[in-house]
């Protein structure tokens, strides 16, 4: 799949097509700060979430929240699926779909082709580096020890950093703050909708991944590039090897 520049009609660098938007966006060598989703963009546990979601709704909610619908909605967070008013049932759900990713998360994710590789690059090359992610921040901070990626970031903005998660700006903003990043020269990665309207939101490039066979495309939250691959991503930065 071949890189794929679109974007918002009006960007940070003024009406897209304009001799100032070819200049600054024909590609992202002036990015200099690098967020990036966890789940489904650096780690392929999508299956792992998914299934553990459903089994977890169909022990406390069951028929609540169909397999499909968790799904489709991937990487909204399962806080989310659940009934919103406060219960001591929520809670016990809340608290066994953090017990499993925390016994299995790890074991059951993989991370995707090239990415490790990619990230040391991009942060030799000066990057900074970045996660914004709706996971738990105990299960993220064991997941990147386990796979060996802890000393790549400079911050990781997990669920329990912001009041809302994404596609809320808060986390995007959060870190851009915490490493002294400027909007314009920041871009967010990730897999789902969230993730790109959370840049679009937060006033920063985004990179679409599409490392899965979709269930719909998202060209509707409009990327400024679509990457299959993580090599694509650097290529786009000028970082590739």
Known sequence: MPLMHGGRGDT???????????????????????????????LDSRDFLIQASYETM????????PYDYIRENFGIGFSHY???????????????????KMNHYHEKSTVFPGVIEGLKALKESGRRLGIVTNQQKAVTEQALAAFGMADLFDIVVAIEDVAKGKPD????HQAMRAIGAAP??????????????????????SVYL????????????SPDWTC???EQLRAIVGSES
């Open 210 to 221: 599409t490392w899965y066979e979709q269930m719909e495309t998202l060209e509707h939250c």
């Open 169 to 172: 700006p808060e986390g995007i």
């Open 58 to 65: 169909e022990a406390y909610f069951p028929g609540a929240c």
């Open 12 to 42: 940070l660098y003024g009406a897209k097509g304009t001799e100032e938007w070819r200049e600054k966006m024909k590609d992202g060598r002036h990015l200099n700060t690098l967020l990036f989703d966890l789940d489904g963009t650096l």
């Open 184 to 205: 314009e020269t920041t871009a967010m990665a990730g897999d789902s909708a969230y993730d790109l309207l959370a840049a679009r939101n937060a006033g920063v490039a």
């Open 82 to 100: 659940l009934p919103q008013e406060p219960s001591a049932l929520r809670e016990e759900a809340l608290q066994r779909f953090f017990t499993l």
């Open 228 to 230: 299959a691959s993580f």
